[in-house]
């Protein structure tokens, strides 16, 4: 069974706070991604990675960065927490081929306060 | 460019009744398309998908959606609605070689008994 897991479910942090969300896959899968789930925006992709150390900006990449050092884990890392950024935070993988399914993990329910 | 749109943010139905779900999308190129679901607290998983081939697809639980290329519309349908059916759905299109996958705003299924 395929898997995609975040580090946590739920997450509190106050502004300003420097805030990491970490991702991994099981399936050897080569593409990665980040997006962020809004209520009536449906989701909006913030980085990507097609292979270990490569990434690419999505549509809202400001205020985020990304780290991939190895295949299987992608980090989102949020330098200085802003109450805009409160959001369902979602990872996806897919295989190389470039037309595909992509498999995502449960989110992470960020809080900035 | 490729961009999705649903229609209908919300949807009600009754439990045994047919479920229309709307998707609209403009692609430059031959698109894939995909459906996911979205169950309360969880990640979104795949329902199914067109790439080429037969314009009528079956996916998981009962659902299938068509491709209409001369009305650019990929519509999901499940004959008959159950309490499980509750749930949120995504329109998506991919195509054009690149990796990025283009989500739409998302429609809420509410299943009455």
């Known amino acids: 069974d395929v898997k995609v897991t975040q580090s946590s479910r739920y997450l509190v942090k106050r502004t300003g706070e420097k805030v990491f969300l970490e991702c991994v896959q099981d399936m050897d899968h080569e593409n990665m991604f980040w997006y962020r789930q809004d209520p009536g925006l449906g989701l909006r992709l913030i980085y990507f990675?097609?292979?270990?150390?490569?990434?690419e900006k999505g549509d809202i990449p400001e205020g985020y960065s990304v780290s991939r050092e190895k295949k299987e884990r992608f980090s989102l890392i949020l330098e200085s927490a802003s109450t805009n950024q409160t959001s369902m935070y979602l990872c996806a993988s897919s295989p190389r081929r470039t037309i595909a399914e992509q498999y995502f993990g449960p989110g992470t329910r960020l809080t900035v306060t | 460019a490729q961009s999705v749109t649903q229609l209908g943010s919300h949807v009600s139905v009754s439990e045994g009744a047919l479920v229309l779900l709307r998707c609209n999308y403009s692609s430059s190129v031959p698109p894939y398309l995909f459906w996911y679901v979205q169950y309360p607290n969880q990640g979104l998983q795949l329902l199914l998908k067109y790439t080429t081939g037969a314009t009528l697809v079956k996916g998981i639980n009962g659902f299938e959606a068509e491709f209409k290329k001369s009305e650019t519309s990929f519509h999901l349908t499940k004959p008959s609605a159950h309490m499980s059916d509750a749930a949120e759905y995504f329109c998506?299109?991919?195509?054009?070689?690149?990796?990025?996958?283009?989500f739409g705003a998302g429609t809420r299924l509410f299943v009455k008994a």
């Open positions: 998506a299109v991919s195509g054009g070689g690149g990796f990025k996958t283009i």
């Open positions: 990675s097609y292979d270990v150390k490569m990434k």
